[in-house]
C-alpha cells in the first residue's frame, strides 16, 4: 500500500489504519522468556460490523463492564459542565464515580468517562472500538485500566480508572505548572512509559501504539505512569514479516520520519516518539512549539 501525504499543518492527523494484512503467526517475547497471554487480532475482528451484542460476546472473558447510558449519565451528574475534564482526541471527557450501588460487585471508585462525539462517524467508532478492544485484553501497571464501555444506540462510551494528576502535556508545558517536576519524577515517568511500550511490543501478537505523546501520558497522585489513547494502536508484524503498511496517522513532531514517508509501521516508530519525550522531558519544551516565529 502506497504512503499516504502527511499533514505537516495539522497538528494531529487521526484515523487508524485497521484493515491491512498482516502474517497469522505468533512471536515470543525477544528475550527469551515465556511469551505473554495470547490475545485476538484486532485487524481479524475490525473487518466487519460488530454489534453490541457480538462485541459483549468477543470480550466475555476480559472483565469489563457494559453500562447503559443511564447509568453513566447518573455516574457524571448527567454529563454536568462541573464534571468536564476537557476534550480528547474523539470527544469528550467527564469525571464520575462508580459504586455498587450503580452496579453490583464494582468497587466505589472515580472515573473518566470519555463520550464519542458521533461528528467523528466511522473513523471515530473505529477508534472507539480499538480502545475497547486493546485495554480489553491487554493488563499492566503501565497502561490505564478500562474499567466498562457503553455501546447502545448512538451512544459510545468508554470508562477508565480517574488519573488525579492529569496528562504529562499538563506538567510540561502548561503555564504557571512548568518546572513543578523534579528530575527523579521526570525519569520514574520515563521509566514507566517505557514499561507500558514494552509490553506492547511484547505481547502476543505484538501492538504497535502508534500515538506515544506526552498528552497520552496520564499520571497519579504518585506520578506512577499510564499509557492512555489506543486508538491508533495496530497489531504489529508477525512471523516473517518485518513491518505492517498503513495509512500515516499519528501527531505530527512526534511519528518517526521512516514511516511518514513509507508507511511501513514496526516497534521503531514507537522508539522514535519515545525519544521525542524523553527529549520534551529532559529540556522542559514541546517538540512543536507554534507560538514562535516560522523559522524558529
Not at 464519542?116 to 499492566?140: I, N, P, Y
Request: aromatic fraction near 10%; charged fraction near 20%; hydrophobic fraction near 35%.
Amino acid at each position: 500500500m502506497a504512503a499516504q501525504p502527511w499533514n505537516p499543518f495539522s497538528c494531529c492527523v487521526r484515523g487508524a489504519a485497521i484493515d491491512d494484512d498482516g502474517s497469522a503467526s505468533r512471536r515470543r517475547r525477544r528475550n527469551g522468556s515465556s511469551k505473554s497471554s495470547s490475545r485476538m487480532s484486532f485487524t481479524s475482528l475490525s473487518s466487519g460490523t460488530l454489534s453490541p451484542e457480538d462485541l459483549s460476546l468477543t470480550l466475555s472473558g476480559s472483565n469489563l463492564h457494559a453500562f447503559t447510558y443511564a447509568e453513566l449519565r447518573a455516574a457524571t451528574s448527567n454529563f454536568s459542565r462541573a464534571n468536564y475534564l476537557g476534550s480528547g482526541g474523539f470527544g469528550p471527557v467527564y469525571q464520575g464515580a462508580v459504586d455498587d450501588k450503580l452496579r453490583p460487585g464494582l468497587a466505589a471508585q472515580a472515573v473518566a468517562v470519555k463520550y464519542l462525539d458521533l461528528e467523528c462517524g466511522t473513523q471515530g467508532h473505529k477508534e472507539w472500538l480499538a480502545e475497547v478492544f486493546f485495554l480489553g485484553q491487554l493488563r499492566h501497571k503501565n497502561l490505564v485500566k478500562l474499567i466498562g464501555y457503553c455501546y447502545e444506540k448512538e451512544h459510545r462510551m468508554l470508562v477508565y480508572e480517574f488519573m488525579s494528576a492529569g496528562s504529562l502535556e499538563k506538567h510540561l508545558f502548561k503555564r504557571g505548572i512548568n518546572g513543578s517536576l523534579p528530575w527523579m519524577t521526570r525519569m520514574k515517568i520515563a521509566v514507566g512509559a517505557a514499561k507500558g511500550l514494552a509490553f506492547l511490543h511484547d505481547a502476543d501478537p505484538p501492538v504497535i501504539y502508534r500515538d506515544f505523546k506526552a498528552s497520552n501520558i496520564l499520571l497519579d497522585s504518585d506520578y506512577n505512569t499510564k499509557l492512555s489513547d489506543f486508538g491508533l494502536a495496530k497489531d504489529g508484524p508477525q512471523g516473517e514479516a518485518t513491518h505492517v503498511t498503513t495509512r500515516v496517522m499519528g501527531t505530527h513532531g512526534y511519528a518517526a520520519p521512516e514511516y511518514i514517508t513509507t508507511g511501513h509501521l514496526t516497534a521503531k516508530s514507537d522508539v522514535y516518539s519515545f525519544g521525542v519525550v524523553l527529549l520534551e522531558l529532559l529540556s522542559g519544551r514541546p517538540s512543536v512549539d507554534r507560538s514562535r516565529r516560522p523559522r524558529e
